[in-house]
Each structure stands twice: as structure tokens, then as C-alpha cells.
């Protein structure tokens, strides 16, 4: 054989297997799994898969459990919609960063916060390793930090839409001008159409989306404003559920008589609607029955999403998880809002589907929506990220590992913890005071045990899960809603 026959065939053998190689890598990278992030503002634990409250209706969630694994006893970071969406993106705890309160989100990530001043957010994270990513709606406290989706749909303003004239509730409650905030905190039928709400074009979004053709596995972000009041959605989803079967949230006038005064001081929302208001006014069932209207349209939406995935070429190979930034009270402990490190404040849905995880699975055992992050890397074959400060719960889903031992801890403010294990929900405030409840015989957490000393030898062992680290308020977050949130800040930054 000629040199140059030899040569020509060294040539195209090498062409091949570099051509092959590449090939062998494209097709590596496209069967990572692609994400389906889904976040639903203010939801409680009232869904169908978990509590089944009031005879709700929620098909489209009994069918996302049906896809994978449930958790029962997930528990946010913080019980506020910014510090908590924030923990979920860094995966960092709000002790660590000081992101108490609500923070612009172009300053999550500053020069002047070193816990985060070079933090990877969670879709950057995917970017960094080959993923294509989109979001749209509430997914920050906002939407998102500038340029960090590559395609944005952006956020509506506000909780819309709104109706001419509120028909029940001002605002301002009993609030004081000037000291206290002003909510949206409001309930009716109103628009007509589910076409009119912000979610539903969300959605639109989303399912156009799932119909285009991808070179990259995507990451794919939803965010819900739904459930968030003002608890407005069209009259059919009213019409599901019939004032005379409401049913109401257990409730005990004389609850708070032995809560420590700094807790009294964080459960002093005077701009929300109290209880006893809403019995004298004969509002609470309306005020029920608007909020599971609510979680129902968010239902149709969600299902829509699924459908548009079943449909999709990306059916078989995408990641789902859905969560919600904290819980919500219905009138349990005195009023309707979330701003507690009590159970119904701190407890959320959390689910993911994935292709190699169990189908239909529920899990009881407490654990942090802090996981998302690792999670997510785990389910996807990528790399754990170091500064991550919770574990994956693939293990769990996947061989119940670390059931027994599993718990949560929620921060609210500098300094006021709540540690949730699978019998005890033990809280700490800034000033050592305590409360302690025994979920084996008192769910609803009406009986501060704290003080009992058959409990000491419990508490000192929740004591060591309390966080090592309480970093100051970060110069960025505030809360001004809260005077006790406002004093507290200026107090430990020495303003």
C-alpha cells in the first residue's frame, strides 16, 4: 500500500472517531434529564395528596403524586415568601446569609453580603453545566435577578387582576397608618374568565414552549401568583365549594396565653384579618372558601402544564418538583397570614416526579425545601454544588434512608428558630424563651410543654440542631410590615 493510500485511510479513521466521539457526547448531553421547576405562591398542606382539607378539590395534584414521591412534613426556611424563595435559589439558610426579610433581587447576590456575593443561583447552576434555561412568573421574590434565564417571560405586576371596589377587607385592618403595611388581603369571584389571570398566560408560556425543539436538556421555571391574596379567581371555582360544607380550621380562642412575649410580638399583624373577626363577621367560611377556590384554579393550571408536558417529546425524560414558599393560616392561632414558626406557617407541599423515582410515594418524615437544590443536581447526574448547606433526598425517596432521624429548621428574624422533627416542634427566640409541642398528641400546637421539666432532656437534644451561624440583618432586606421585624434589625446592626 502507497504512503499516501495509508495516510488517506489513517485520515478518515481518525474523522470517524472524532466524528463518532462528538456524536457520543451530544447524545450524553441531550439525555440529561430536562426540569420542570414549579413554585405556587402562599399554598398550604390543604391539597388533596396531603391533607385533603374541607372535601378540596385538586385532581391535577393527585395526579402529579401519582407521577412520583409526595413529602407530607415539608417545611420552608423562612415563613416569608423573599427570605425563603432566596434560601431555596442559593441553598443557603437565611442565618447564614442574613436574608431575613424581603431583598430586591438583583441584591440577593452583593459585594457587601460575603455569604453570597458569589453564590451560584440554582438555574445557573444547570446553565453552568449545558442546560438551556427559561422561567417566568413569581420564582424569586419578584421574578428573577436580571439576565440570570436566558428566556424570560417576566412577571406581572402586582396580585392582580382587581376589581373595581374590594368587597370585603381595607387593608389596614386595625394597622396604623405609617407603622404597619398595607396587604392585598381581599376575597371574591372575580374576573369572569380564567383567561384574564396572570397564571393562566404564565402557563400559555410555558405549554409554547414545551412544543419547541431543544439542542440542550432545559430548565424550565413556573411560577404561580396563586394562591396569594388577594384571593380573587373566577365564580366557577366558588361554585365547587358551597358555603354550608365548609368546614374551618380548628381554633382555640385562648391559644396564645402561653406564648413567650417575643412570639406575641411576631404574631402582632394588625393589618391582617383576625379570627375573632372573621367569626363575628361570619367571614371565615368566605375567607375558606375563597382560598380553596383558589388552590382549584390552580389546580386547572397546573394540570394544563401536564398536559402539555404528557404531550410533549420531553414526557419521558423530565424532572418535576412543585413546592410553595411557606404555609398559610386560615384562622388557626388567631389570624389569617403566614409570619409564624408554628406548624401551619412553616408547612408546604413538596413533590417531585422523576424517571427513576418511585411512583405514588408519600413520605411523612420533616424535611427542608432547602433540599430542592441538591436534589435537583442528584436527580440529574450532576455534580453536587459544596456551598449547598442541605442534603439530597433522593436516598429517602429512593430507600427511605434517613427517615428516622430527618428534621427541619426554620428561621424567622435573627435569632428565632423553629426545629421540627418527627415528634416535636421545638422554638427558640432571639431572647432564649421557649415553646415546645408533642405532635404525637397535640397537632395543632395548643399546648406549650416547654416549661414541663419531664421535656428537659428533649430540648437540650433539639438545642444542638438549632444553626451555629446568626449573621446580622443583611443591609438589603427589610421587612417593614412587621415593627417588631423593623425594631429587631436596627437593635443587632447598631443603626
Same mark, same amino acid.
Not at 394588625?270 to 388552590?295: D, F, H, N
Given at each position: 500500500m502507497k504512503k499516501t493510500q495509508l495516510l488517506v485511510i489513517l485520515t478518515l479513521i481518525f474523522i470517524y472517531s472524532c466524528n463518532t466521539k462528538k456524536k457520543t457526547e451530544q447524545k450524553a448531553e441531550v439525555s440529561k434529564p430536562n426540569i420542570l421547576f414549579i413554585a405556587v405562591d402562599d399554598l398550604n398542606n390543604w391539597i388533596s395528596p396531603v391533607d385533603n382539607f374541607s372535601n378540596i378539590k385538586t385532581p391535577n395534584f393527585d395526579r402529579l403524586a401519582s407521577m412520583g414521591v409526595t413529602f407530607t412534613n415539608a417545611h420552608v426556611q423562612a415563613p416569608l415568601c423573599g427570605p425563603s424563595r432566596a434560601s431555596i435559589m442559593t441553598g443557603l439558610r437565611p442565618s447564614t446569609t442574613g436574608i431575613y426579610g424581603m431583598t430586591p433581587d438583583n441584591q440577593i447576590r452583593r459585594a457587601g453580603n460575603p455569604a453570597t456575593k458569589d453564590i451560584t443561583f440554582l438555574p445557573e447552576y444547570f446553565e453552568q453545566h449545558g442546560y438551556h434555561t427559561m422561567g417566568i412568573g413569581k420564582l424569586f421574590h419578584i421574578h428573577a435577578p436580571d439576565s440570570l434565564f436566558k428566556e424570560s417571560g417576566g412577571r406581572v405586576k402586582g396580585f392582580g387582576p382587581y376589581p373595581e371596589k374590594r368587597f370585603v377587607w381595607d387593608g389596614?385592618?386595625?394597622?396604623?397608618?405609617?407603622?404597619?403595611?398595607?396587604?392585598?388581603?381581599?376575597?371574591? @369571584?372575580?374576573?369572569?374568565?380564567?383567561?384574564?389571570?396572570?397564571?393562566h398566560q404564565?402557563?400559555?408560556?410555558?405549554?409554547?414552549?414545551?412544543?419547541?425543539?431543544?439542542?440542550?436538556?432545559?430548565?424550565?421555571?413556573?411560577?404561580?401568583?396563586?394562591?396569594?391574596?388577594? =384571593?380573587?379567581?373566577?365564580?366557577?371555582?366558588?361554585?365547587?365549594?358551597?358555603?354550608?360544607?365548609?368546614?374551618?380550621?380548628?381554633?382555640?380562642?385562648?391559644?396564645?396565653?402561653?406564648?413567650?412575649p417575643v412570639g406575641m410580638q411576631?404574631?402582632?399583624?394588625?393589618?391582617? &384579618?383576625?379570627?375573632?373577626?372573621?367569626? /363575628? $363577621?361570619?367571614?371565615?367560611?368566605?375567607?375558606?372558601?375563597?382560598?380553596?377556590?383558589?388552590? $382549584?384554579?390552580?389546580?386547572? /393550571? =397546573?394540570?394544563?402544564?401536564?398536559?402539555?408536558l404528557e404531550s410533549s417529546k420531553y414526557s419521558e425524560n423530565t424532572v418535576i418538583v412543585l413546592w410553595s414558599d411557606h404555609?398559610?393560616? =386560615?384562622?388557626?392561632?388567631?389570624?389569617?397570614?403566614?409570619? @409564624?414558626?408554628?406548624?401551619?406557617?412553616t408547612k408546604a407541599p413538596l413533590m417531585f416526579a422523576a424517571p427513576n423515582? &418511585?411512583?405514588?410515594?408519600?413520605?411523612?418524615?420533616?424535611?427542608?425545601?432547602?433540599?430542592?437544590?441538591?436534589?435537583?443536581? /442528584?436527580? $440529574?447526574?450532576?455534580?453536587?454544588?459544596?456551598?449547598? /448547606?442541605?442534603? $439530597?433526598?433522593?436516598?429517602?425517596?429512593?430507600?427511605?434512608?434517613?427517615?428516622?432521624?430527618?428534621? @427541619?429548621?426554620?428561621?424567622?428574624?435573627?435569632?428565632?428558630?423553629a426545629v421540627r422533627t418527627n415528634q416535636y416542634r421545638y422554638i427558640q427566640y432571639e431572647d432564649r424563651t421557649e415553646e415546645l409541642y408533642n405532635h404525637n398528641n397535640d397537632p395543632n400546637e395548643w399546648t406549650n410543654i416547654a416549661g414541663n421539666p419531664e421535656y428537659k432532656e428533649s430540648i437540650e437534644e433539639l438545642k444542638l440542631l438549632l444553626p451555629k451561624t446568626n449573621v446580622k440583618w443583611d443591609e438589603a432586606s427589610n421587612y417593614k410590615f412587621q415593627p417588631y421585624f423593623v425594631e429587631q434589625k436596627k437593635r443587632v446592626n447598631g443603626q
Open positions: 389596614f385592618g386595625k394597622g396604623i397608618r405609617g407603622t404597619h403595611g398595607r396587604t392585598s388581603t381581599d376575597w371574591g @369571584a372575580f374576573p369572569e374568565q380564567d383567561s384574564l389571570m396572570p397564571d404564565s402557563v400559555n408560556w410555558v405549554t409554547e414552549r414545551l412544543q419547541r425543539n431543544y439542542k440542550q436538556p432545559f430548565f424550565m421555571g413556573l411560577g404561580f401568583l396563586r394562591v396569594h391574596v388577594p =384571593l380573587y379567581v373566577p365564580q366557577k371555582w366558588f361554585d365547587l365549594y358551597p358555603l354550608e360544607e365548609i368546614k374551618t380550621p380548628p381554633y382555640k380562642s385562648d391559644d396564645l396565653n402561653d406564648i413567650p411576631i404574631n402582632d399583624l394588625p393589618m391582617m &384579618p383576625s379570627t375573632e373577626w372573621a367569626l /363575628e $363577621s361570619g367571614e371565615w367560611k368566605k375567607i375558606v372558601q375563597a382560598y380553596l377556590a383558589c388552590i $382549584s384554579y390552580v389546580d386547572y /393550571e =397546573l394540570g394544563r402544564v401536564l398536559d402539555a404555609g398559610y393560616r =386560615l384562622g388557626e392561632k388567631g389570624t389569617f397570614a403566614k409570619h @409564624a414558626l408554628w406548624e401551619t406557617a423515582l &418511585p411512583k405514588g410515594k408519600k413520605i411523612d418524615a420533616p424535611v427542608e425545601l432547602l433540599s430542592i437544590y441538591p436534589t435537583l443536581l /442528584e436527580l $440529574s447526574g450532576l455534580p453536587t454544588y459544596s456551598r449547598n /448547606e442541605a442534603k $439530597s433526598l433522593v436516598s429517602m425517596m429512593n430507600s427511605n434512608e434517613g427517615i428516622k432521624d430527618s428534621y @427541619a429548621l426554620t428561621t424567622y428574624g435573627m435569632n428565632n428558630h
